[in-house]
């Protein structure tokens, strides 16, 4: 299946891409570890199917330094042992914030009380900008038919100038 539309290509479309990159980088400067970042965006884009940011993410992740072990485990995180409780509270973060749907209570008390215990107000702040953003760059992408496969680390560090 080909892509439905390039984004890149319509001027309202790069528009908004490029203001889209610039809260993508906010987040990116932030205190949250980069890691964390990339198995956050990871996980919610395996929830939502997104093809294009699994391999973006698993990528970015890759030349982060992040181990091919723990990207393969992201999707089973409750039933592994290479995430710490700060990760695992994250990504549980990253779950109920993507499946808002699926959760008549959204993000449990529980959850926000885990995440609360291992980040501080300014990491805290990127970690939920963070959920947000994935959600809509994986509904973007999912929308148009962007095909994973052909990304490449840091391709869009310079694409959006």
């Known amino acids: 299946m080909e892509a439905r539309f390039d984004l890149f290509a319509n001027e309202i479309a790069l528009k908004f891409a490029k203001r889209f990159a610039?809260?993508?980088l906010v987040i990116q400067q932030s205190p949250l570890p980069r890691s964390t970042q990339e198995l956050v965006s990871l996980r919610a884009s395996q929830i939502n199917g997104c093809g294009h940011c699994?391999?973006?993410?698993?990528?970015?992740?890759?030349?982060?330094?992040e181990t091919a072990v723990r990207l393969h485990l992201v999707a089973a995180w409750r039933e592994s042992t290479v995430f710490t409780e700060a990760e695992q509270a994250a990504l549980a973060l990253a779950e109920e914030g993507t499946r808002l749907g699926d959760a008549h209570h959204g993000v449990s008390d529980e959850t926000w009380a885990r995440v609360r215990k291992h980040y501080d107000d300014d990491q805290t702040a990127a970690l939920v900008a963070l959920v947000a953003l994935i959600n809509a760059a994986n509904r973007l992408a999912v929308i148009v038919h962007q095909k994973g496969g052909s990304y490449e680390p840091g391709m869009f560090a310079h694409a959006l100038d």
């Open 54 to 65: 699994i391999d973006m993410h698993t990528k970015e992740a890759e030349a982060a330094g």
């Open 22 to 24: 610039g809260a993508g």
